[in-house]
């Protein structure tokens, strides 16, 4: 069983199309977890967000607490952009994360 | 930036030698996490610290492994008889607090690998 889905667990895309990754959590929770891994193993933080719509430059996530559903779309992608991004979902004491199995996202120039 | 830190950066180790993992969290955060992360596979929560104690642990977080905050900056993770199946990416995280506006903020993880 798994709390967390993601899909779709690999996508290639020709740089500058708009990206769209989604995530399907069985968990209450009062926030959700979108993480980048770069190829190196490194993770860093994208945003957390517990209602509505957050951007970063050219990031855009949006979660729907009661569809238990979040989307993270990438406008104008670059290759810069190829990662494993992760959706992680914390418990309702905030204390334990799930994590879902990662969508491995390859820009082509 | 603040940032989290680990070391080593790679261990190397035989099985049934213990290993000690180290992370120096950002300073004004609170709450500590370690997981590990095996290769191909998804990353796995192990245990959260605060306030000195754990707060939660998963099933992975057996008798081998142990969690301390020995001097109020260093976070370690202890594994006392590895085992080849313990090989994996550990990553330490550290967050200000538990609001839906604290962010986990990840070491770069040590690689450990039991031979």
């Known amino acids: 069983k798994n709390e967390v889905e993601q899909s779709p667990q690999n996508l290639t895309a020709q740089e500058g199309e708009f990206i769209t990754i989604n995530c399907s959590y069985s968990?209450?929770?009062?926030?959700l977890h979108w993480l980048q891994q770069h190829p190196g193993g490194g993770i860093v933080s994208l945003f957390m967000?517990?209602?509505g719509k957050k951007k970063h430059g050219r990031l855009i996530a949006t979660i729907n607490i009661q569809e238990k559903h979040s989307s993270l779309h990438i406008t104008a992608s670059h290759p810069r952009d190829s990662a494993v991004y992760i959706c992680a979902v914390p418990t309702n004491t905030g204390n334990q994360f799930y994590f879902g199995t990662g969508t491995s996202l390859t820009v082509i120039p | 930036e603040p940032e989290v830190t680990q070391t080593p950066s790679h261990q190397v180790t035989q099985m049934g030698q213990e290993v000690i993992l180290r992370c120096v969290p950002i300073s004004n955060h609170l709450y500590f996490y370690w997981y590990r992360q095996i290769l191909g596979q998804k990353v796995e929560f192990l245990v959260s610290?605060?306030?000195?104690?754990?707060?939660?642990k998963s099933e992975i977080f057996d008798d081998q492994f142990s969690v301390e905050r020995p001097d109020g900056s260093n976070f370690t993770l202890k594994i006392r008889s590895t085992k080849l199946e313990d090989s994996a990416m550990y990553f330490c995280?550290?967050?200000?607090?538990?609001?839906?506006?604290?962010?986990?903020?990840f070491g770069p993880g040590t690689r450990l690998t039991v031979l």
């Open positions: 610290f605060y306030n000195n104690e754990i707060s939660e």
């Open positions: 967000l517990s209602s």
């Open positions: 995280a550290s967050r200000a607090g538990t609001g839906a506006s604290n962010e986990q903020i």
């Open positions: 968990v209450g929770i009062s926030a």
